[in-house]
T-cell receptor, first 113, second 113 residues
Framework: AQSVSQHNHHVILSEAASLELGCNYSYGGTVNLFWYVQYPGQHLQLLLKYFSGDPLVKGIKGFEAEFIKSKFSFNLRKPSVQWSDTAEYVCAVNGYGNNRLAFGKGNQVVVIP | DTAVSQTPKYLVTQMGNDKSIKCEQNLGHDTMYWYKQDSKKFLKIMFSYNNKELIINETVPNRFSPKSPDKAHLNLHINSLELGDSAVYFC????????????FGPGTRLTVT
């Protein structure tokens, strides 16, 4: 079975601080990995994805995520956050051979101006 | 234009009632999903349809019945509502079966009293 864990559900930080959100998954085979974001009042939307190739993936709004296969991790980073990055961030994994996504609980990130 | 829409956004009803939630996508996608966000905030897959054909049917009570009149619509009907059905239900779509980049609706918050 595939599962995803995210820690530090609530994160509060000031503008210009760096952000890193952890995502660990359990699945032994090939995986597709995703980070979704839900801004206040908006739909859950795709932030970035990893299927294969370069394990460092660039997404929208300056976000990036790094796939480390040996650690079963796909952590999300942004060097300098803005107030507009306040949102819920959800990690998801699809293990090869599974016909569905498994989601983490999400991280609620609040950026203080 | 809203890509994936759900109605209603909020639904408050009494135990024992029957209710439906509607979902429509205008993205031309083949595959649609229903998720339930549980009390621990995990998104759990309930059903998935590909071109009107049921492909995922998770272990949910048979009081929940999805219906897909065409590939742009996936409705969820719930009979004999129970308190434990209170949750946020999300509809999503993806371009085709096996594509796990999903587009989400805004969610329907169901409260059973």
């Amino acid at each position: 079975a595939q599962s995803v864990s995210q820690h530090n559900h609530h994160v509060i930080l000031s503008e210009a601080a760096s952000l890193e959100l952890g995502c660990n998954y359990s699945y032994g085979g090939t995986v597709n990995l995703f980070w979704y974001v839900q801004y206040p009042g908006q739909h859950l939307q795709l932030l970035l994805k990893y299927f294969s190739g370069d394990p460092l993936v660039k997404g929208i709004k300056g976000f990036e995520a790094e796939f480390i296969k040996s650690k079963f991790s796909f952590n999300l980073r942004k060097p300098s956050v803005q107030w507009s990055d306040t949102a819920e961030y959800v990690c998801a994994v699809n293990g090869y051979g599974n016909n569905r996504l498994a989601f983490g609980k999400g991280n609620q990130v609040v950026v203080i101006p | 234009d809203t890509a994936v829409s759900q109605t209603p956004k909020y639904l408050v009803t009494q135990m024992g009632n029957d209710k439906s939630i509607k979902c429509e996508q205008n993205l031309g996608h083949d595959t649609m999903y229903w998720y339930k966000q549980d009390s621990k905030k995990f998104l759990k897959i309930m059903f998935s349809y590909n071109n009107k054909e049921l492909i995922i049917n998770e272990t949910v009570p048979n009081r929940f019945s999805p219906k897909s009149p065409d590939k742009a619509h996936l409705n969820l009907h719930i009979n004999s509502l129970e308190l434990g059905d209170s949750a946020v239900y999300f509809c999503a779509s993806s371009p085709r079966q096996g594509s796990y980049e999903q587009y989400f609706g805004p969610g329907t918050r169901l409260t059973v009293t």
